[in-house]
């Protein structure tokens, strides 16, 4: 497999050997991960892997079910390098791409949900569900594989997250740890939220049924949205009430948490 952005692979494997020269008890972990690959989408494929292979679905098994499955499907790998810059522009403590990419769980359950939603929509439904399982089981996030999601998005911490599967979220979305997209009972067919471009949604914030948030809203953290959020406005609360409007057009890419508008 061949880098799909040569400029971010060389990137990635000169802050690797950067890291190797500063802390050499991690060159075998950096080799393992960044160093030894040939290319990006070969590096992601092994990372994911490595992250959800157990004693009964080997790490080789794994590796070449989603490195082949990247290989078909080279928007996955598009779709994660533009992940990883949103990561780096929107949280402090990434002081560069290889940190999350090697220790964020939030980018490696997103990663792992884009090769299992390719999966879904070549009808391998059995296998994308093993890989929903798999994350929820060693990264407790629990994201359907039917949910359709874009690129640039950051899932901060990703603990507790959890994605229902006629869920949308388009570019550009940040959302921090806890938040729920889900359903409001048994009801079937469309029955989950639609985020749009630019939304932030804080921590614990809870956004259910066949709702939308609208273009560059604020969803505060601890809500519980039970009604479609007109686009660029903050809303708060149990149940969610609008607060005012974001200070700026796209809230995900401040980050900031403030309801005070």
């Known amino acids: ?3 799909v952005d040569a400029d971010s692979w060389s990137e990635l494997k000169r802050l690797a050997i950067v890291q190797v020269e500063e802390e050499p008890i991690l060159s075998g972990h950096l080799y393992d991960l960044v160093l030894r690959h040939r290319g990006y989408p070969e590096a992601l494929a092994y990372l994911v892997a490595a992250s959800l292979s157990n004693q009964v679905f080997s790490l080789a098994a794994m590796v070449d079910l989603i ?3 990247i290989e078909r499907n080279p928007e996955i790998a598009t779709a994660t390098l533009a992940d990883l810059r949103a990561i780096v522009t929107r949280d402090p403590a990434a002081e560069s791409p290889l940190v999350p990419f090697l220790y ?5 359950g997103l990663a792992a949900h884009r090769v299992a939603h390719a999966l879904w929509n070549e009808g391998r439904r059995g296998v ?5 399982s798999r994350v929820a089981d060693s990264l407790a996030m629990d994201i359907h594989p039917a949910a359709r999601i874009g690129k640039g998005v950051f899932m901060d911490h990703g603990t507790g997250l959890v994605i229902g599967e006629t869920s949308v979220v388009e570019d550009d979305v940040s959302m921090l740890q806890s938040v729920t997209l889900g359903g409001t009972g048994k009801e079937t ?5 639609k985020i749009r471009r630019g939304v932030m949604i804080g ?4 956004i259910l049924g066949n709702i939308e948030v609208g273009e560059g809203s ?6 519980v949205v039970l009604r479609a959020v007109p686009p660029h406005t903050t809303v708060a ?3 969610a009430r609008p607060m005012g409007t974001p200070l700026t057009d796209a809230p995900a890419l401040d980050m900031q948490q403030d309801v005070d508008e």
Request: hydrophobic share 30%; no cysteine.
């Open 189 to 193: 067919g469309d029955r989950h939220p």
């Open 104 to 108: 964020y769980k939030g980018f490696k």
């Open 237 to 239: 609360g149990v149940p």
């Open 203 to 206: 921590a614990g914030a809870k």
């Open 67 to 69: 490195g082949e499955t």
């Open 1 to 3: 497999m061949q880098p």
């Open 218 to 223: 604020k969803v505060a953290a601890g809500s």
């Open 128 to 132: 994308a569900r093993f890989l929903q």
